[in-house]
């Protein structure tokens, strides 16, 4: 028996939190729809953009330059302060989100490596518990 992959729970993670972000951007559409152009402006259009960047980056999070795309995006997403400062403000918000979940990645990288993940420890003995 092959033991589990931690990195396929995080590729998960990362692609729902992708979504999540999509979600938040698009709601940010109505906050450019009461601005001075509506959403037929540059500014609607990118928020559109964006989300939609946003969900089609989950089909690339299991490539080895998924992270980074993933990464990278979020460095986008703080251009949003030049559309709408609630955009930028989502932005800050998401990209801690990513900064702890990357801290995390290299956390859970560096225990496989040790052998120190409890997928790695070998079962208890079931003698000693009769």
């Not at 979504?19 to 940010?28: D, K, S």
């Not at 993940?117 to 003995?125: I, R, V």
Request: aromatic share 10%; charged share 10%; proline share 5%.
């Amino acid at each position: 028996m092959t033991p589990p992959d931690p990195m396929k729970g995080f590729r998960g993670v990362m692609s729902a939190v992708l979504i999540l972000e999509a979600l938040v951007v698009l709601l940010a559409l109505l906050v450019v729809a009461k601005s001075d152009g509506g959403l037929a402006t540059w500014q609607g259009w990118s928020v559109g953009i964006m989300a939609l960047v946003l969900i089609l980056a989950c089909a690339f999070v299991g490539r080895p330059w998924g992270l980074y795309l993933a990464a990278g995006l979020q460095i986008v997403m703080l251009g949003g302060f030049f559309i709408d400062s609630a955009l930028g403000i989502v932005a800050v918000v998401f990209a801690l989100g990513w900064t702890w979940m990357l801290w995390a990645r290299h956390d859970v990288l560096k225990r496989l490596t040790e052998g120190r993940l409890a997928s790695q420890q070998p079962p208890p003995d079931q003698a000693h518990t009769n």
